[in-house]
Each structure stands twice: as structure tokens, then as C-alpha cells.
């Protein structure tokens, strides 16, 4: 659904709506009942010119913006995981082609600049 947020949009408005309802334990109105029932049709009616679409000549369709976006936060864990493992294994591979300056003594710069400008 990621690709159609309108139709995302609808089936989380109906999931808010059930996931309320199921908390607190109380069956819906006839109201809500009509208006979950609406939302459904539009989700059915929106698929459905999807269906119609693909079985159509192909051509590009217009993506609408993407304004929210919802993610397992496994899924998360996982890509901060990952990004985190390569950061640390590229950092390890340039540190370990540069060249180390070797230590100086407590107050003497280690390029040896101080040497140099006592002679």
C-alpha cells in the first residue's frame, strides 16, 4: 500500500476505528458500523480501478506525495543495526590504512616541528 496513500490512509482510518473499539470492549454504532462499511467500499472501489488499470496498455501512473510513512519498529532496530555494523567496519578499514604517527614526548609536537626550529 505504500505506492497508493490514499487507499493507505482509508484502511488505517478503519483500523483506528476497529482498534478502538476493540480496547474498550464496546461493539460499534450503527453509525460507525455505516460509516466502516463506507470506507470499506472505497478501498474495495479504489482496488478495483487499480485491477482495472494494470489490465489496461501500461502506462506511468501519477504517485501521489508521500506524507507519512509507518514502520515495524523491528524493521528499525534492524537498519540502525546494519548502518551502525558498516559505519564501524568502514571506519576500522580507513584507520587501518592510514599511517600512525608514532607518540611524541608529554609537550613536544610528534611532527618534530620543535626540532626543527631549534637548529
Known amino acids: ?7 493507505a490512509e482509508l484502511a488505517h482510518t478503519a483500523e483506528g476505528t476497529l482498534t478502538t473499539h476493540r480496547e474498550a ?4 454504532s450503527k453509525e460507525q458500523g455505516s460509516e466502516l462499511l463506507g ?5 474495495a472501489s479504489r482496488l ?5 488499470a494494470a489490465a489496461g496498455p501500461a502506462r ?6 508521500l506524507e507519512t510513512l509507518r514502520v515495524e519498529i523491528q524493521e528499525m532496530d534492524s537498519l540502525l543495526r546494519t548502518v551502525t555494523e558498516a559505519g564501524v567496519a ?3 578499514r580507513t584507520q587501518g590504512t592510514r599511517r600512525r604517527r608514532p607518540p611524541s614526548r608529554f609537550g613536544e609536537p610528534a611532527s618534530g616541528s ?3 626550529a631549534s637548529r
Request: glycine content about 6%.
Open 48 to 52: 478495483s480501478a487499480l485491477d482495472a
Open 39 to 43: 470506507l470499506l467500499d472505497e478501498i
Open 114 to 116: 620543535a626540532r626543527r
Open 60 to 65: 506511468p501512473l501519477a504517485e501521489e506525495p
Open 25 to 28: 470492549g464496546q461493539p460499534l
Open 90 to 92: 568502514a571506519r576500522r
Open 1 to 7: 500500500m505504500v505506492k497508493q496513500p490514499g487507499i
